[in-house]
């Protein structure tokens, strides 16, 4: 009997739809335990963008997989279909879009708990930007015009998570006040570039496309103290008082990330 490995989610900082090396999608494919894993692109989020699924297919079939795209907007398989098509993938990846309405569409086809058998039983899940947040509890997401906190994820990564931590004006202050304040529960924060794969909600691997990217643990710091602010690829310090009128306080951790391309 093949030995089923653990839940692995992977948050991906970039990919097929931002970055022209597909360095990124290059790694997640030798992550998929199959040397030509079968990988399902979810574009939900984005209202099932014809072009997104597009390019998808344009980059994927190049390489060693056989790529797929699962609408849900326009449909076409039935329940038992959808199932076994589901968890036939050793790879689902989420696109990015609008957070909030993602797991919503989801429910109505009953993809959400699909993903969480799939998952068991061994499929990678994985995306970018909404495709990332969905994994976690709770998330950062601008999916309401104005950056909020949304406690609606699938649950396999505990805590939150935050993408574009370097590359979006305000996410990184939003983030850290959320988290300071206890509307978002501490978490994860990617910079563009980076790649985080985790195994039954631990971190395994952290890579980077970027010099310089990082990805952050934030976590809740002591009462009235954040976490000095720094540049986005800079560590800050935790139990360092905040400037004046500036909530709670954080502790920010950098993760060591290896730059692709070198050996692990």
């Given at each position: 009997m093949a030995l089923v490995p653990g839940r692995r989610v992977a948050l991906l900082g970039g990919g097929f739809s931002t970055d022209e090396d597909g360095l990124l999608d290059d790694w997640l494919l030798t992550r998929a335990g199959n040397p030509r894993p079968r990988v399902c692109f979810l574009p939900t989020a984005s209202g099932d963008a014809p072009g997104y699924a597009d390019r998808f297919l344009g980059a994927f079939r190049s390489r060693a997989c056989v790529p797929s795209v699962l609408p849900l907007f326009s449909r076409e398989l039935d329940d038992d279909a959808l199932r076994a098509f589901l968890l036939a993938q050793d790879v689902v990846y989420v696109g990015g879009g609008n957070?909030?309405?993602?797991?919503?569409?989801?429910?109505?086809?009953?993809?959400?708990?699909l993903l969480r058998e799939a998952c068991d039983r061994g499929t990678l899940l994985c995306g970018i930007s909404a495709g990332a947040n969905c994994w976690a509890d709770a998330s950062h997401t601008d999916s309401f015009g104005p950056l909020a906190s949304l406690r609606d994820g699938l649950g396999l990564l505990p805590g939150s998570v935050c993408p574009h931590y370097d590359g979006e004006p305000g996410r990184?202050?939003?983030?850290?006040?959320?988290v300071a304040e206890g509307t978002l529960p501490g978490g994860w924060a990617l910079e563009d570039g980076v790649g985080a794969l985790f195994t039954d909600g631990r971190l395994t691997e952290a890579v980077t496309r970027r010099p310089g990217a990082r990805l952050y643990r934030v976590e809740p710091g002591g009462p009235g103290t954040r976490g000095k602010p720094g540049?986005?690829?800079?560590?800050?310090?935790?139990?360092?008082?905040?400037?004046?009128?500036?909530?709670?306080?954080?502790?920010?951790?950098?993760?060591?990330?290896?730059?692709?391309?070198?050996?692990p």
């Amino acid at each position: 009997m093949a030995l089923v490995p653990g839940r692995r989610v992977a948050l991906l900082g970039g990919g097929f739809s931002t970055d022209e090396d597909g360095l990124l999608d290059d790694w997640l494919l030798t992550r998929a335990g199959n040397p030509r894993p079968r990988v399902c692109f979810l574009p939900t989020a984005s209202g099932d963008a014809p072009g997104y699924a597009d390019r998808f297919l344009g980059a994927f079939r190049s390489r060693a997989c056989v790529p797929s795209v699962l609408p849900l907007f326009s449909r076409e398989l039935d329940d038992d279909a959808l199932r076994a098509f589901l968890l036939a993938q050793d790879v689902v990846y989420v696109g990015g879009g609008n957070t909030a309405n993602m797991p919503a569409v989801w429910r109505v086809h009953g993809v959400d708990r699909l993903l969480r058998e799939a998952c068991d039983r061994g499929t990678l899940l994985c995306g970018i930007s909404a495709g990332a947040n969905c994994w976690a509890d709770a998330s950062h997401t601008d999916s309401f015009g104005p950056l909020a906190s949304l406690r609606d994820g699938l649950g396999l990564l505990p805590g939150s998570v935050c993408p574009h931590y370097d590359g979006e004006p305000g996410r990184r202050p939003s983030y850290r006040q959320a988290v300071a304040e206890g509307t978002l529960p501490g978490g994860w924060a990617l910079e563009d570039g980076v790649g985080a794969l985790f195994t039954d909600g631990r971190l395994t691997e952290a890579v980077t496309r970027r010099p310089g990217a990082r990805l952050y643990r934030v976590e809740p710091g002591g009462p009235g103290t954040r976490g000095k602010p720094g540049t986005p690829s800079e560590p800050t310090r935790p139990g360092v008082p905040g400037a004046p009128g500036e909530p709670g306080g954080v502790d920010e951790h950098p993760v060591p990330c290896r730059p692709l391309g070198t050996a692990p």
